[in-house]
């Protein structure tokens, strides 16, 4: 009964959202404390820019790192452009092979950030939908999911990352081309990160499971999985939101730890963490620009996100206010 | 007291019994272990003889009795990559292992209580907001970053500290140890502060926020009422109280900081039982990823119970409602 | 009343807010004899618990003493230096609040808080002290004290707690005690015997009590005098005779109308329309006048100063031989 009422209330107000939409959203608490927090901002600005410069690499880069036929020895271990020794157009310098240092750390940026995003997906999906099920259902599969959720809590993502990477090898053989590596990490990954997801969805389920509206919409015959998606979950968007966000910078260093680690992106299409681990090994010949720009380029985007993350939190928690 | 303990003994089997499952499944059916063992070019039939004297055609159930019989009489296997028992290669790198995880939450401990408290009694200073801002940073950046960075100020430009490598080690018995050569001691230097700055921001951001708390309390009111002195109220009643929750948290971080060093061992080329790990998982070696898995869950759990054990020590309302009324 | 105990002679503090200078306590003046019980009455927010928190130096930022001065004895201690401050508190002004439950600090022995006490102030050995504490326990009224001493706060019921804080207060002989409404927090059965308690302990020491509370039936039953106290201001004070049975001053009055016995609480004032009003918004004059029944011109512009009627002081513009003229 009241699932109808809440459909007749709502159609006239998203015929004319749009305007109205931004203008509320304007004069929201969470614009003006955003307005009046400059590390939000600051720390917005820079994860805009990272995103801008992923999404545009293939179109800014001087050079396509991935193209073997662009890179030149001749131009090999060059400085920075500041430095005497340095050469146009190689503005962060080049590393052994002769690459462009500012276009492998453009491209291992995209990378990042497209694997980091599928796995946030990925274990958002996954867990959502595993807490949805276990707060609606309850009982046994309830007990079983948490079971599983708490155990997995002992182990550092990573750990289970790698555990999966390797399983994973050992079951389909280590031949495994770019593209199937790459699901494999983000798989990784979302098996890593659905707890968190699981259990604020399940909590708030278990809430909204007991109020009228749902025993209503079930009397009236809608199905389960209509009830969750419709009335539970714009419910939880706040927190899971946070979460993905927060989630999102652990997603992208455990990438990049993966690849650090030689479990990760190959050689030949690098990640952030390959570029740094193949520049690890240059560090004590002098050439530093080969890790530390690729190191930068991850520090400042974690960094900004987990500020934008920490930000949200305090923002949307209605206990600090 | 008893009855607490025992349900946590039981839950701790729980878990180590299902990660047990999971072990031997990767064991059993991550490829074929018949593949590891013999060349491509071995015939049909000697694959058969040789997957039915490892017993691999038994029903699963006998097979995963027979797994967890051999891992609690200490036997894991023969490692695919070195030919050798897993439980001797584990035992001859644990040492380097668990000293690096012990100085590494010595570090965190004794550096992240004194910050936090730091932070929580001076929150005004300048000081305690670059504490903070260190914490943040700390907390941020990827551990395998730092390390490098680490290596980068002290080996590479200054040349002080080892980059790699325990240094000197001393065998006492079974165990090889660091501490006693200066060479040692100085190579732990960089591996534990790397290991041990995610738990030390973590613990002084605890510290700090639970002190805050504390300092609120109607007791700390009353102790200054009552005219005691700064140094009383503030170390004597505020830190004891804000330690209380604080131990939990540290205890449960030691478990992580050793399953975390597969990073910073890697890093520094500790030869400990993290690198073993990474090793394993490059080469495919699941004898010794199932091992290290099994072994971490142990020592997760038997943390999990000290902790516990420790807590109602410190805490007497736990002590009594678990203790005598129990 | 020659030498008072206290005196507080025109009493101002301030707190800072974002939204500009909030005066919480407006120009109150008490004083206190030798073991004498002065109650002090109102509805939250009327100011008395930062009455009694200025007199012990336990005002916190952003609040702060703006104006008058606080004696106790000969000596000013409203402007004293924190250090000489402290040894003032627990030494001659002993404090007890409204929760003994969370008075305590949970993780000491109720006779380690008493020693330390006692030790803080006085140069008692460790083991006079003790035997000290445990002859406080006994004055108080804790069975067992032997025993009791070696408790954890948890172990003792709300009663008895509230009895330890006593006995923490008068741990160092004070010559004054603020109790902060010590009955609140205890069961209706308990709060009569913890008030006799304090009555004859006082008694006995010779002991200035403050006491504060918004319980009618408290004050009936232990104070020798009350002050009632309205919007930060004193409305009328002095003998319990006169200001309970025959209150002047038309708040006092409405007050008054609920009292009858302890175990009734009179925080209702259903007599009395509206409520007292924020301190942001303190109206001009007299700050009861738009609650008032016998409200006229002059109590909207001109603030009414205490003017002795009877034995009792009341600030009303219906006593003053001015006032009555008009």
Redesign the interface.
Known sequence: MSARMDDAAEAPDAQRATPSRLARFLGSDLWLSFRRSKLAMGAFAVTLLMFGLAFAAPWISPQNPYDPAQLELLNSNLPPLWNPDGQSPFLLGTDDQGRDVLSAVLYGLRLSLIVGMLGVVVSGFLGIGLGLVAGYFGGALDTLIM?VAD?QL???A??IA??V???A???FG?ALDTNATILLIVVSIGLSFWVQYARTVRSSVMVERGKDYVQAARLIGLSSPVIMVRHVLPNVTGPVFVIATINL?LAI?TE??LS????GLPETMPSLGTL?RTG?RF??SGE?WV?AFP?IA??GL??AI??LG?WLRDALNPKLQ | MLAFLIRRLAQAAVVLAVVGLIAFAMFRFAGDPVNQIVGPDTPVSERAEIRKSLGLDDPVLLQFGRYAGNVLRGDFGISYQFRQPVTALLAERMPATLELAFCATLFALTVGILMGVYCALRRETVLAKLFQAISLVGVSLPTFLIGILLIFLFSVTLGWLPSYGRGDTVRIGGWTTGFLTVSGLKALILPSITLGLFQMTLIMRLVRAEMLEVLRTDYIRFARARGLTTRAIHFGHALKNTLVPVITIAGLQLGSVIAFSIITETVFQWPGMGLLFVQAVQNVDIPIMSAYLLLVAAIFVTINLVVDLLYTVVDPRLRTSVGRTA | MTDPVLSVRDLRVAFETRRGTLTAIDGVSLEIGRGEILGVVGESGAGKSVTGSAVIGLIDPPGRIVGGEIRLGSERIDDLPPEKMRRVRGRRIGMIFQDPLTSLDPLYRVGEQIVETIRTHTDLSARAARARAIDLLTEVGIPAPERRIDGYPHEFSGGMRQRVVIALALAAEPELIIADEPTTALDVSVQAQVITLLKRLCREHGTAVMLVTHDMGVIAEAADRVAVMYSGRIAEIGPVAEVVRAPRHPYARGLMCAIPTLSDTAERLTQIPGAMPRLTAIPPGCAFHPRCPSVFGRCQVERPEPIPVGGARVACHLYDARGEAA
């Open positions: 079971r155990v002992t182990f550092p990573i750990l790698l555990v990477d390797g399983v090898k050992a079951s280590s910078a260093i990049a730890t650090f680690l030689g479990t740094i690890n560090l004590f530093w890790v190191g991850l520090a974690v960094l987990n500020l920490d």
